[in-house]
């Protein structure tokens, strides 16, 4: 019988909470170790798509109005030119289809709703994960200053530089995969230039340049390009 599970993430990322209150709802005791002393309104924006929003409800019931109300949903994708020609537009019909919308929402908006889902003390701050030990029956957690943790499951959700998967396999650095993406989020708000439901992306020379709305008034812009920093992709995938 698994009674506990240790959860370690960074910066109490949205795939750490999600599972622990999907856990949580299951009876089992998951608690969330997080290496920031503090959770701070970071990270820009993303998309949740009807069958994250879907899992997001099973989850937590209820949970889908609180984040369409903190977020924007895309109705109309858009295609440019670099010089503004529209080269075309498409209607986005998931609502239509699967009962839910195409969702823009800031991440730390996302944390903000996710986290209280939560009991506070299912959560705890500055716990940075240098290590962990295993046998058939326990995980030990080893964090910085010498705190420890048991548990009969740990799941690692700590990000790029994961150092769960790096005790774990010891697969190395992550590859650098060639391009850069620089995103950002600014308070913006134009109803004719920049219409809350529309989502614009304009393509040039092998860039692309896309902007929508987040809801709240903010805008994300996303724009990958070459550059000398180099950017790495993990080789495994960890939610965070």
């Not at 396999?169 to 989020?185: F, H, K, L, Q, T």
């Not at 600014?186 to 020379?205: F, G, N, Q, R, W």
Request: aromatic fraction near 4%; include cysteine.
């Amino acid at each position: 019988m698994v009674n506990k599970v240790a959860i370690i993430g960074i910066g109490a990322g949205l795939g750490g909470l999600s599972v622990a209150q999907a856990l949580r709802k299951q009876g089992i005791n998951a608690q969330v170790y997080e290496k920031a002393r503090v959770l701070r309104p970071v990270g820009a924006g993303l998309s949740l798509v009807p069958n994250g929003l879907n899992s997001l409800e099973a989850i937590a019931p209820g949970i889908t109005e609180l984040l369409k109300a903190a977020g924007s949903q895309t109705q109309k994708l858009k295609l440019h030119k670099s010089n503004g020609e529209l080269i075309g537009q498409k209607s986005v019909t998931l609502q239509e289809k699967y009962g839910q919308p195409m969702l823009q929402i800031r991440w730390s908006r996302l944390q903000e709703i996710l986290a209280p889902q939560l009991p506070s003390e299912a959560i705890h701050l500055d716990h940075r994960c240098i290590s962990f030990e295993q046998n058939d029956q326990r995980v030990q957690v080893s964090f910085q200053g010498g705190k420890t943790v048991q548990a009969d499951v740990l799941i690692g959700a700590d990000g790029l530089n994961s150092v769960v998967r790096q005790t774990l396999i010891g697969d190395g650095e992550p590859n650098y995969a060639g391009r850069m993406s620089w995103r950002a989020v600014i308070k913006y708000s134009h109803e004719k230039l920049l219409p809350h439901e529309v989502m614009t992306i304009t393509a040039s020379d092998g860039k692309i340049f896309g902007f929508f709305d987040l809801g709240s008034g903010y805008i994300p812009h996303s724009a990958p390009s070459t550059v000398t920093h180099q950017e790495k992709s993990a080789k495994v995938v960890h939610k965070n």
